[in-house]
């Protein structure tokens, strides 16, 4: 009778038994020798900048602007950024001993400018594992909420539990202005999700070997860690930073009396503070200043104005009016919008004060009669004209849209 020429079983005791040249293979043998290839592939994870296709900062930017209107300057900030991370995991021991730093970002933006989508866009071009995370949720460790180490538990997740892949990855941590100290004023209760989050981070930032929950939430001391090695981890933090501008604006005393101090800031923007952004005004809004050491590239994202709401409304390969058009086409109906509609959306925008975002809920106010009623319509075309949208609008209360 026929058997397995590797372990041996008679050809009754497997599912399947394949016959080559001299000898045979049963299916079992065929698994175990595939799993075997799998993780001696696996072994082999360095980075390599000479034979990985590794695109160039313009490359990046200009990818980056398929899907994010504006931002030049955070977009071009990134894109170096990127690269020079690419070029660190590719780096090779040297005679002279210089090793190169990692640079972590901070963005800082209103909110709606593209902060998240410039993440989740960066995300879709990269060769290494990348995770975006919420700082909100985080807790110092014994509290309600998520463990620091949590951050890295995605990252594994995203890199598929593979340590060597994910210490090389990128990890974008959003919302990080909600963990700025409370107050200088000491309290009698410890700020658990606003310092100690922060002093938490720091070991992260700066590179250090991390015993990490495979399956995240609390730690406890039967459960099995993970560590890695957080030296080559990217980390680009992100935040509205609501008020800042007030900081912005003390320290560069704009409210000055008398001429000659007045023409000393008559170049100042008013409208764009943001642009001159600086640490101490960081420090000013609550981020301690060891955190703010680690992340030593600070960019800001310029304020969307009219121009640019309109080219997001449908300019982007992603925009929202794409993404309608797309919904209609798959009930085989063709949506257009009138040039005056799409004017009147990007005016209520900037009424409404909620930058990209706002386009969003304004359209959604508009379509959501069209899209209950048109899909069991026999109709095969639909035009959006501003007299609609007007009615709509009125219709759902314009107040509900409203920042508060």
């Given at each position: 009778m026929?058997?397995c020429?590797?372990?041996?079983?008679?050809?009754?005791?497997?599912?399947?038994?394949?016959?080559?040249?001299?000898?045979?293979?049963?299916?079992?043998?065929?698994?175990?020798?595939?799993?075997?290839?799998q993780?001696?592939?696996?072994?082999?994870?360095?980075?390599?900048?000479?034979?990985?296709?590794?695109?160039?900062?313009k490359?990046?930017?200009?990818?980056?602007?398929?899907?994010?209107?504006?931002?030049?300057?955070?977009?071009?900030?990134?894109?170096?950024?990127?690269?020079n991370?690419?070029?660190?995991?590719?780096?090779?021991?040297?005679?002279d001993?210089?090793?190169?730093?990692?640079?972590?970002?901070?963005?800082?933006?209103?909110?709606?400018?593209?902060?998240?989508?410039l993440?989740?866009?960066?995300?879709?071009?990269?060769?290494?594992?990348?995770?975006i995370?919420?700082?909100?949720?985080?807790?110092?460790?014994?509290?309600?909420g998520?463990?620091?180490?949590?951050?890295l538990t995605?990252?594994?997740?995203?890199?598929?539990?593979?340590?060597?892949?994910?210490?090389?990855?990128?990890?974008?941590?959003?919302e990080?202005?909600k963990?700025?100290?409370?107050?200088?004023?000491?309290s009698?209760?410890?700020d658990?999700?606003?310092?100690?989050?922060?002093?938490?981070?720091?070991k992260?930032?700066?590179?250090?070997?991390?015993?990490?929950?495979?399956?995240?939430?609390?730690?406890?001391?039967?459960?099995?860690?993970i560590?890695?090695?957080t030296?080559n981890i990217?980390?680009i933090?992100g935040?509205?930073?609501?008020?800042?501008?007030?900081?912005?604006?003390?320290?560069?005393?704009?409210?000055?009396?008398?001429?000659?101090?007045?023409?000393?800031?008559?170049?100042?923007?008013?409208?764009?503070?943001?642009?001159?952004?600086?640490?101490?005004d960081?420090?000013?809004?609550g981020?301690?200043p060891?955190i703010?050491?680690?992340?030593?590239v600070?960019?800001?994202?310029?304020p969307?104005d009219?121009?640019?709401?309109?080219?997001?409304?449908?300019?982007?390969?992603?925009?929202?009016?794409?993404?309608?058009?797309?919904l209609?086409?798959?009930?085989?109906?063709?949506?257009?919008?009138?040039?005056?509609?799409l004017?009147?959306?990007?005016?209520?925008?900037?009424?409404?004060?909620?930058?990209?975002?706002?386009?969003?809920s304004?359209?959604?106010?508009?379509?959501?009669?069209?899209?209950?009623?048109?899909?069991?319509?026999?109709d095969t075309?639909?035009?959006?004209?501003?007299?609609?949208?007007?009615?709509?609008?009125e219709?759902?209360?314009?107040?509900?849209?409203?920042a508060?």
């Amino acid at each position: 009778m026929d058997k397995c020429s590797f372990c041996g079983r008679q050809k009754d005791d497997v599912n399947l038994l394949i016959a080559g040249v001299s000898g045979h293979i049963c299916d079992l043998c065929i698994e175990q020798a595939h799993s075997i290839i799998q993780e001696e592939m696996k072994q082999d994870t360095g980075f390599n900048l000479e034979t990985e296709k590794v695109r160039k900062p313009k490359e990046i930017k200009e990818l980056l602007g398929q899907y994010v209107i504006g931002q030049d300057i955070a977009k071009k900030v990134l894109s170096v950024a990127v690269y020079n991370h690419y070029k660190r995991l590719g780096q090779k021991e040297s005679k002279d001993d210089v090793e190169i730093e990692k640079s972590n970002i901070i963005l800082v933006g209103a909110t709606g400018t593209g902060k998240t989508l410039l993440a989740k866009t960066i995300a879709r071009m990269l060769q290494v594992p990348f995770t975006i995370v919420d700082a909100t949720v985080l807790t110092e460790a014994g509290y309600v909420g998520e463990d620091i180490e949590s951050l890295l538990t995605r990252l594994l997740q995203a890199a598929d539990y593979d340590v060597k892949a994910a210490e090389r990855g990128i990890v974008f941590i959003d919302e990080i202005d909600k963990i700025a100290r409370k107050g200088d004023n000491p309290s009698i209760t410890r700020d658990v999700s606003g310092e100690g989050v922060q002093q938490g981070l720091l070991k992260l930032l700066e590179g250090s070997i991390v015993n990490v929950p495979p399956q995240g939430g609390r730690k406890h001391p039967e459960q099995k860690m993970i560590p890695v090695d957080t030296k080559n981890i990217l980390f680009i933090c992100g935040g509205a930073f609501d008020g800042i501008e007030k900081k912005i604006s003390n320290r560069l005393n704009t409210q000055v009396i008398g001429y000659g101090a007045q023409s000393a800031v008559d170049h100042i923007d008013r409208t764009n503070l943001l642009q001159y952004i600086a640490p101490q005004d960081l420090k000013s809004y609550g981020l301690i200043p060891e955190i703010i050491g680690r992340l030593p590239v600070l960019s800001h994202l310029d304020p969307l104005d009219r121009e640019t709401l309109r080219n997001i409304l449908t300019e982007p390969k992603n925009s929202i009016i794409k993404q309608y058009i797309k919904l209609f086409d798959m009930d085989n109906i063709e949506l257009s919008f009138n040039t005056e509609a799409l004017e009147y959306i990007v005016d209520k925008a900037i009424e409404f004060e909620l930058g990209a975002r706002g386009l969003r809920s304004i359209c959604e106010a508009i379509m959501i009669d069209v899209m209950f009623e048109t899909p069991s319509n026999s109709d095969t075309k639909q035009t959006i004209t501003k007299e609609f949208a007007i009615s709509q609008i009125e219709k759902m209360g314009s107040n509900r849209l409203k920042a508060s």
